[in-house]
């Protein structure tokens, strides 16, 4: 299956779209990488609970992240454009959420920041979430143009959290 947007654009628009795509990958993996490598501090004293809530949020964006992987299963690409490989998927965790896989690494980054002690990885924990945030909107565009489903897919399902 050709992904959509491919059938109706331009070489160069291809290209600048892949750019666009692969850059969000890279800004999204410094900023991982920042989170996880940046040394611990003790800008702020950690009580029990705030350690357990963070293992906590880290153990949820685990297990949704490994739900939605699956899901997905040949979909699953670390690029924003979608591969071609599978239909519309709003099952499992899509249910729920347009983007289970960003929630997933959010909550992670936000288990991680809350340990960490760091205001600097709570700085690069914000950066992430914002960069979802505009990468989402991004990939829903070319998402619209592939899936004629996904409007109303949109309409019905948040794009992060779940709403009752």
Partial sequence: MTPGFLL???PQSVRRRTVVAWTFVGVQAL???GIVVVPRDDSWQLGQFVRV???GLVA???G???WAAARLGR???PSPLPNGAISLVSRGPYRWVRHPMYTA???LAVGVATRSGSWLVVAQTVALIVLFNVKARWEERRLVETFPDYTSYQATTPRFLPMP
Avoid: D, P, Y
């Fill in 60 to 62: 949820v964006g685990v």
């Fill in 8 to 10: 109706a654009t331009s």
């Fill in 105 to 107: 690494v959010m909550l």
């Fill in 75 to 77: 979909g699953l690409t």
């Fill in 64 to 66: 949704v992240g490994l």
């Fill in 53 to 55: 809530g963070g293992t």
């Fill in 31 to 33: 900023l991982l990488a």
